[in-house]
């Protein structure tokens, strides 16, 4: 009899793609992934991701479902392939612990104000919603960059142009009130309900 061992799903309840050999006495498979030679990735990135999930779930980052939206394995995919210091940025980013202001005023004198407004105190989400001048024509010239990335990659029009106008609007719209009617309503819900605090994210 062939047997299976699954870390965080069964294999019974989803039976994966990939299938045992003909007389293959055992199989591993790791969620949907059957392993074969060089086991410890796979298995180092499922484990990691269930120690994420509880991570985020507790420190009110994303709640699990939220989490399940997320394609993490192309996260992982495009973030290894970054500079060591924009993967530290990007966490810092998404965690809300990068050196701002609120989170410095932690352990020194320093005011909690966003020095470019004066008017909210200046955290993560704040540097990306900031209405001062500068900041705004800043992150405009970043969201320029990222339409003609898009561009660049052959993204679906329809789908570029969901995003880049959810990010213009910084929160203020929903990517449903944006896509409304289109033929990817679908996924566009999807990105709405994840809202990371991150890179072109934002909380509603």
Same mark, same amino acid.
């Given at each position: 009899?062939?047997?299976?061992?699954?870390?965080?799903?069964?294999?019974?309840?989803?039976?994966?793609? *990939? *299938?045992?050999?003909?007389? =293959?006495?055992? @199989?591993?498979?790791?969620?949907?992934?059957?392993?074969?030679?060089?086991?410890?990735?796979?298995?180092?990135?499922?484990?990691?991701?269930?120690? !994420?999930? &509880?991570?985020?779930? =507790?420190?009110?980052?994303?709640?699990?479902?939220?989490?399940?939206?997320?394609?993490?394995? &192309?996260?992982?995919?495009?973030?290894?392939?970054?500079?060591?210091?924009?993967?530290?940025? !990007? @966490?810092?980013?998404?965690?809300?612990?990068?050196?701002?202001?609120? &989170?410095?005023?932690?352990?020194?004198?320093?005011?909690?104000?966003?020095?470019?407004? #004066?008017?909210?105190?200046?955290?993560? !989400?704040?540097?990306?919603? #900031?209405?001062? =001048? /500068?900041?705004?024509?800043?992150?405009?010239?970043?969201?320029?960059?990222?339409?003609?990335?898009? *561009?660049?990659? $052959?993204?679906?029009?329809?789908?570029?142009?969901?995003?880049?106008?959810? $990010? *213009?609007?910084? /929160?203020?719209?929903?990517?449903? =009130?944006? #896509?409304?009617?289109?033929?990817? $309503?679908?996924?566009?819900?999807?990105?709405?309900?994840?809202?990371?605090?991150?890179?072109?994210?934002?909380? !509603?």
């Amino acid at each position: 009899m062939v047997q299976s061992v699954s870390c965080g799903t069964s294999a019974l309840e989803y039976p994966p793609d *990939q *299938q045992p050999f003909l007389l =293959e006495p055992i @199989c591993m498979f790791v969620r949907e992934e059957k392993m074969t030679s060089d086991t410890a990735s796979h298995i180092r990135f499922h484990a990691h991701r269930e120690l !994420a999930k &509880n991570f985020f779930d =507790e420190y009110d980052v994303l709640d699990r479902e939220q989490f399940e939206e997320v394609d993490w394995d &192309n996260v992982y995919t495009a973030l290894k392939l970054d500079p060591r210091m924009f993967q530290i940025w !990007a @966490c810092k980013q998404v965690m809300d612990i990068a050196p701002t202001f609120k &989170n410095l005023s932690k352990y020194t004198e320093q005011e909690r104000w966003c020095p470019s407004c #004066c008017r909210k105190v200046e955290d993560c !989400a704040h540097i990306l919603k #900031c209405y001062e =001048e /500068g900041r705004v024509e800043a992150l405009m010239l970043t969201i320029d960059m990222l339409e003609l990335w898009l *561009q660049q990659e $052959s993204t679906d029009p329809r789908l570029a142009d969901c995003i880049v106008r959810y $990010s *213009q609007g910084r /929160g203020g719209v929903t990517t449903e =009130e944006i #896509c409304l009617g289109k033929t990817i $309503s679908t996924i566009i819900s999807q990105y709405h309900k994840i809202k990371l605090a991150g890179v072109g994210l934002w909380r !509603a």
